[in-house]
């Protein structure tokens, strides 16, 4: 197989980016998404169907693949008012989509 090579310094700048995401998407929101999933679990069984467009809101990230590989943009990452600023703003996205998810869960009822 003729794979490129692995460039190890994208791959340590990514490794920063997924935690402050993880931390941010999960970690610091971990009850509130609890009852979000619980909600749609409970939504699914009741409807017998599954919810995708409900699942993307609760699953999708703010990053898309190339900004995720954008080097210039990661480098940022080391001033660390631009990453505080990010993940403020991931926290918004993060919680608007929720907000929506629930929205949506609360129609069906």
Excluded: C, G, H
């Amino acid at each position: 197989m003729n794979q490129p090579a692995l460039n190890y310094r994208l791959i340590l700048k990514r490794q920063r980016l997924v935690q402050r995401m993880f931390d941010t998407a999960i970690s610091f929101r971990l009850a509130q998404l609890k009852d979000a999933w619980r909600a749609l679990y409970s939504a699914e069984a009741r409807l017998k169907r599954p919810l995708p467009e409900i699942r993307a809101l609760l699953t999708s990230v703010p990053i898309d693949a190339r900004r995720s590989e954008d080097e210039a943009w990661l480098a940022q990452f080391d001033n660390k008012s631009f990453a505080e600023q990010q993940m403020m703003e991931w926290q918004l996205w993060f919680l608007k989509n929720q907000r929506q998810a629930i929205a949506k869960l609360e129609e069906l009822k």
